[in-house]
């Protein structure tokens, strides 16, 4: 294939990515960074909560098993700062293996712990422990995986290179419910609970094995090698210097990202646990209708990209988050209906806006930084919108569905999306500026 950063690798003499080896290893990672990540809400909608807590009610569990997934959120940030130093300092590629072989490694360790009736409070300790680990590896993964695309893309063509880890996402969801499916459809409920849940996690060591095949092949981006020549432009420490340099990009960024983070945790994990446990979802019919959905969002990623290499980052952006608003607003008249097509209606929609708001993504927010500082910039927006937009989500949506009903927890996604709108209006069109 053609060299797809040929001009900047002349002028370094920094070898040459083909394009294959860039869509491979941005794609890679974060389809294993979220299918861990889905895997883990999945069962924390369906087995963590009696697995690993004490019983005490079901609501109870369910709402432990969801803390337990928001603390993984609260690590990412920290993961970003720790693996973003040291991709501005020592390169991207180095600190994306090392990012992927902690998030899969602790993701594997969770398959294996003992649950709470053979291993006491030990049990929900360890899990919290592996979780906190897991979004340490994760905070650095899709920082990495964005500026490979993004710093190897061609004139033009940067929105188009950063869709490849934002279809991640689909792909990765897609595997976990495929996975998920097919075990309860094997194995029947009881087994899937007793033992079978498990296979998920033990399949990511496999994942992350070809995840590393594939990246330990890759040079570093011209692009990083031309701006790491000059001392001048490696700070000791990135994380000050976007804090004094950079705050209002970061915050701009941050605030974009959180209707993404809202939006997919709300309709994905919210809603299979709320659906299956209160409004009489079989599990394996919404997991499938689950699976149908996430294609909408699958095929509007490529559309999106496209959209913004050729009209702009911010008109993309600006009807993405009016249409999230929208479906904020379907989520209670629609999920609640209890009926499969009010169902798959609702998560259409959703999960389609969803690829329409979170693909520019993987171009918009490296745009925001310059390289000196990049990976830990575009990380820290990344991660600390999931705090705010992911993080407490399947938490709040609980709350509010117990005070206010499901139309209380459809208006959460659109003040959400109305938050990150507000965000885009104040961001300048990075379209056309150089990395």
Not at 9 to 35: D, Q, R, W
Not at 134 to 143: A, M, S
Not at 189 to 199: M, N, Q, S, Y
Not at 376 to 388: E, F, K, P, R, V
Request: charged share 10%; net charge positive; aromatic share 12%.
């Amino acid at each position: 294939m053609t060299s797809v950063c040929s001009s900047a690798s002349a002028a370094t003499g920094a070898p040459v990515n083909s394009t294959g080896k860039v869509v491979a290893a941005s794609l890679i990672g974060t389809t294993i960074e979220f299918y861990d990540f889905y895997i883990y809400g999945i069962a924390a909608a369906l087995v963590i909560g009696p697995m690993f807590f004490p019983a005490t009610s079901e609501a109870a569990q369910s709402m432990a098993a969801f803390m337990s997934f928001g603390l993984a959120f609260l690590a990412r940030p920290l993961g970003a700062f720790i693996f973003g130093h040291f991709g501005d300092r020592l390169g991207r590629k180095t600190t994306l293996v090392a990012s992927l072989m902690l998030m899969g490694g602790s993701t594997a360790l969770i398959g294996c712990l003992p649950g709470y009736d053979h291993w006491g409070v030990m049990a929900p300790l360890a899990l919290c422990v592996l979780r906190f680990c897991q979004g340490l590896g994760l905070g650095g993964e899709w920082g990495g995986a964005a500026l490979l695309a993004t710093e190897n893309a061609p004139e033009g063509k940067r929105a188009w290179f950063g869709m490849f880890p934002q279809l991640g996402p689909s792909l990765g969801f897609l595997l976990a419910n495929g996975v998920f499916w097919g075990l309860l459809v094997m194995l029947g409920e009881e087994a899937f609970k007793d033992w079978g849940w498990r296979l998920p996690f033990l399949l990511s060591a496999v994942l992350v094995a070809v995840g590393l095949f594939v990246r330990m092949s890759l040079s570093e981006s011209a692009v990083f090698t031309k701006a790491s020549a000059s001392a001048s432009a490696e700070p000791r420490l990135p994380f000050m210097d976007v804090m004094a340099h950079h705050k209002r990009p970061l915050l701009q960024g941050t605030f974009a990202m959180v209707a993404c983070y809202a939006l997919f945790y709300t309709s994905a994990v919210f809603a299979l646990s709320y659906g299956t446990r209160s409004l009489g979802y079989d599990k394996q019919a919404f997991l499938g209708l689950l699976c149908i959905a996430v294609v909408f969002m699958a095929i509007m990623t490529p559309i999106s990209a496209a959209l913004c290499d050729r009209l702009g980052r911010k008109p993309v952006l600006i009807a993405g988050m009016l249409i999230t608003i929208a479906s904020g607003l379907s989520l209670g008249p629609w999920l609640g209906s209890g009926t499969t097509v009010g169902a798959l209606a609702f998560l259409c929609l959703s999960l389609g806006a969803m690829g329409l708001i979170f693909a520019p993504m993987g171009a918009l927010l490296p745009e925001l930084f310059p390289t000196r500082v990049r990976y830990t910039g575009a990380s820290a927006a990344y991660n600390l919108a999931g705090i705010l937009g992911a993080s407490v989500a399947p938490w709040v949506s609980e709350l509010l569905v117990a005070h206010g009903g499901l139309s209380w927890v459809g208006g959460y996604v659109s003040v959400m999306a109305l938050v990150s709108l507000l965000a885009v209006l104040t961001l300048r069109e990075t379209r056309t500026g150089t990395l």
